[in-house]
């Protein structure tokens, strides 16, 4: 499934804003693979974990046929299932798995993508026209055409696939509800963007497309709805290739579906990998799996906003180790300017500011992102409290020599262990944007600790309002932290 392979500086970032940013598989080793995994074993019989309903055993029974066909062998250690997964179809282990074992392998014709899909020749022809912010245009095209096709191939893949007018992405929330429950967190924000550029997409470029081969696209996939709902399953399901070191400066691989892999559900101390090679893409046991457990991968590094945004649904307090709290860089500077005196103070501190845009270490639209046992922005933090906090004097000599990097120091390191040995003016502006940020929030952390204590009116709430409960509780937790460690 798609997955960041590190978080963005800015906030409220949208996977449908530059390219394919955040579809990277996480994790995917850049060297060769380890002794036990250079060749693929031949697993047989293929297995189906016993199913609570007939349908569901047919589309599993059908789905592990097809894989049979193309070559995409499973371990018969693991199992396909909706029992004992946290979610929907998952993998879960029949019998003991040991790190380094290797659950399945899915060769590359196997996969679907553009280059793999029956109009790869006409999306190939037309890839100029299909160029997009978001780089996903031809995959969607694939998509279209092969849910549609009467004898697609992919048939037996796309039975697993969830309900598409089901998903609970929060771009599918009425937009009140949506902001109800998630104000203050960035997700509103960033499902905004992503609606607005999934239309644009869809009228400039895919509808054209589509009208200009009605042949291969019948007037029931040129629909925005279905588009939206594809987008929200390509964000949620597609892998993204990651570049070779010496690659790192080309433009991001496609995203494409990786059958059986795209089964696998996401926590943040996940059990199994996918590695890739030259011939087939693998998943890899990292730890020991006892039977009858879930295999789970990893979406890479998440914080809660993320997974709710992306996936839909959010991890438990406190079992999600990447989640993280963002302060907006220009709360920041709001902060600093409620500490201004007069207008004289307040048009040094524009200057400042200013002085930072050109640095690149701040923008209107970016976020300090806090984790639990650091700031991941740290840089970018660090400079900013120091510039803002700086004598004036000091800052003319700073601005003379055009802010060049200064060896750090450790007494400016922004770890949890050292921010309360910060100095006093950076613990005051820090403190001061912590309690800015935590009022835009609609509600207070007792109030949520309250919900979550409380079992019985837990258990009462909405699926999405827990959802949105463990991200708010996650963000406001880390916000508290920092305001108890510059007090």
């Not at 924000?189 to 509808?207: F, G, T």
């Not at 070191?245 to 199994?272: G, Q």
């Not at 003016?425 to 207070?444: E, G, I, N, P, Q």
Request: include cysteine; charge should be negative.
């Amino acid at each position: 499934m798609a997955a960041p392979a590190k978080r963005a500086r800015a906030s409220g970032g949208s996977p449908l804003t530059s390219p394919c940013p955040v579809l990277t598989a996480a994790g995917a080793p850049r060297s060769p693979p380890g002794p036990g995994r250079g060749r693929v074993t031949c697993f047989s019989p293929l297995a189906a974990w016993p199913s609570g309903g007939e349908s569901d055993g047919d589309a599993v029974a059908g789905f592990l046929r097809w894989c049979a066909g193309v070559g995409l062998e499973l371990s018969p250690k693991v199992a396909v299932s909706r029992q004992g997964t946290v979610a929907g179809y998952g993998m879960v282990a029949r019998e003991s798995v040991q790190p380094g074992e290797l659950l399945f392998a899915v060769p590359r014709s196997a996969l679907l993508s553009p280059h793999t899909c029956s109009i790869r020749g006409l999306l190939e022809r037309e890839r100029g026209a299909l160029q997009s912010l978001s780089g996903w245009v031809p995959l969607l095209l694939a998509l279209l055409h092969e849910l549609q096709a009467p004898a697609s191939p992919w048939s037996p893949y796309f039975a697993l696939w969830p309900e598409l007018g089901r998903l609970e992405h929060p771009m599918f929330w009425p937009e009140e509800e949506r902001r109800r429950l998630l104000k203050g967190t960035g997700v509103p924000e960033a499902v905004e963007k992503d609606l607005v550029n999934i239309s644009s997409e869809y009228h400039s470029i895919v509808l054209p497309f589509m009208e200009a081969h009605s042949d291969l696209f019948s007037p029931t996939v040129r629909s925005l709805e279905l588009y939206r709902q594809l987008v929200a399953l390509v964000m949620a399901y597609s892998f993204q290739e990651p570049l070779e070191e010496e690659d790192d400066e080309k433009e991001p691989n496609s995203p494409l579906m990786v059958p059986a892999a795209d089964l696998l559900n996401h926590i943040a101390n996940h059990n199994a990998n996918l590695e890739y090679s030259a011939d087939y893409l693998r998943m890899v046991a990292t730890q020991p799996i006892p039977k009858g457990h879930e295999i789970f991968n990893t979406y890479g590094q998440m914080a809660n906003w993320q997974l709710i945004h992306m996936y839909g649904f959010a991890e438990p307090y406190p079992d999600n180790t990447d989640d993280t709290a963002d302060i907006q860089m220009v709360t920041v500077r709001d902060a600093a300017l409620q500490g201004t005196k007069d207008e004289v103070e307040k048009l040094l501190l524009w200057e400042r500011w200013d002085f930072l845009c050109k640095l690149d270490m701040v923008g209107e639209e970016g976020a300090f992102v806090i984790g639990h046992e650091e700031v991941l922005t740290q840089e970018e933090l660090a400079t900013t409290l120091k510039v803002l906090c700086m004598p004036a004097e000091e800052f003319r000599n700073y601005k003379e020599q055009a802010g060049q990097r200064e060896e750090e120091r450790e007494e400016d390191s922004l770890t949890i262990t050292n921010i309360p040995k910060l100095q006093a003016s950076w613990k005051r502006l820090l403190r001061a944007s912590v309690l800015l940020t935590l009022k835009t929030y609609a509600t207070d952390l007792k109030t949520e600790q309250d919900l979550l204590s409380n079992k019985e009116v837990y258990a009462k709430l909405s699926w999405r309002e827990q959802q949105a409960l463990q991200v708010r509780y996650g963000q406001k937790m880390i916000l508290h932290q920092l305001l108890e460690l510059t007090s």
